[in-house]
């Protein structure tokens, strides 16, 4: 689309190697900022990089409890008005018509600090937060088990498909898999829980949700927001190549999901949920809090 930004764009760079010094194109990805609006009314700003807007739009709100099913949403489109300088569409305003019947999100002071900083100043109302919440029964099945081996596959799956962080270096990845390894979905982003919302809007749209059966791995760390989008897309295991939060191995224990983080290799720690990995029969509190790195 005609003025929309660029996944990737082009910035002269003096590069400098081994005391030699030269000038060069280097290929930087885009970042620009996202307005998501409901109904018209303004609910949040995120700095992406531009693409699937749509689906970052509603997964956002999948997060937020609004959407849960493809019926509920209406329409997404750009705002015509938003213009730039040179008064084009900067493409950097959507707004998300909800269907008739469809409450809209809450815009409480309690929800926003929820939604938008999950700070942990308000560890506990956060995780009753999510629990009422969440459209799909609480505590998530058990299923699918799934193989260690299987599981230390899928960061090397992961970086052989980032297509822009190969050309860019600079870019969060998430994605979407099967309990046998296989990559259901990939979406590359400036921002870890971007990239989650644009998986989980793909899958709204397609009628996927609750995603159930499926791993969501993601690169970087484990934060409390990415376990919440990924507790009420109903995805039961997620796996990090880095560190989870305490509040987010909170999280994860009270709503039942596998949590993993460290996953480098053959290596692995496991916060929550080790049963689904075969590695406890009957998973303890002490169990679930323990780790080593």
Request: glycine share 10%; net charge negative; hydrophobic share 45%.
């Amino acid at each position: 689309m005609a003025g929309m930004g660029r996944v990737t764009e082009r910035r002269r760079v003096i590069r400098v190697r081994d005391g030699a010094v030269s000038a060069r194109a280097d290929t930087l990805v885009g970042e620009e900022p996202l307005e998501i609006r409901v109904n018209g009314r303004r609910l949040a700003v995120t700095m992406r990089t531009p693409g699937d807007d749509f689906a970052l739009a509603s997964g956002f709100l999948v997060s937020e409890g609004v959407l849960a099913d493809p019926a509920e949403l209406a329409r997404i489109a750009y705002c015509a008005g938003a213009e730039g300088p040179d008064g084009a569409n900067t493409y950097n305003v959507v707004d998300v018509r909800l269907a008739d019947g469809v409450p809209g999100p809450d815009v409480s002071l309690d929800r926003r600090v929820f939604t938008n900083s999950s700070c942990g100043l308000c560890g506990r109302v956060s995780l009753d937060t999510v629990r009422t919440t969440a459209r799909w029964p609480l505590p998530l099945p058990r299923g699918p088990r799934l193989d260690p081996a299987v599981l230390a596959e899928l960061p090397d799956r992961l970086r052989a498909a980032q297509r822009v962080f190969a050309r860019t270096g600079g870019l969060h990845a998430a994605a979407l898999c099967t309990a046998d390894g296989s990559l259901l979905d990939v979406r590359e982003d400036v921002g870890r829980h971007n990239a989650v919302d644009k998986i989980v809007g793909h899958a709204l749209t397609s009628g996927a949700l609750p995603l159930s059966g499926t791993v969501l791995l993601v690169s970087g760390r484990a934060s409390f927001e990415l376990v919440q989008k990924a507790v009420l897309a109903g995805i039961p295991t997620l796996a990090a190549v880095s560190a989870p939060s305490a509040l987010a191995v909170d999280l994860a224990a009270e709503t039942g999901m596998t949590l993993v983080g460290f996953l480098r290799g053959a290596s692995m720690n496991v916060y929550s949920g080790a049963e689904r990995l075969g590695l406890v029969d009957d998973e303890s509190p002490d169990t679930a809090s323990e780790g080593t790195r």
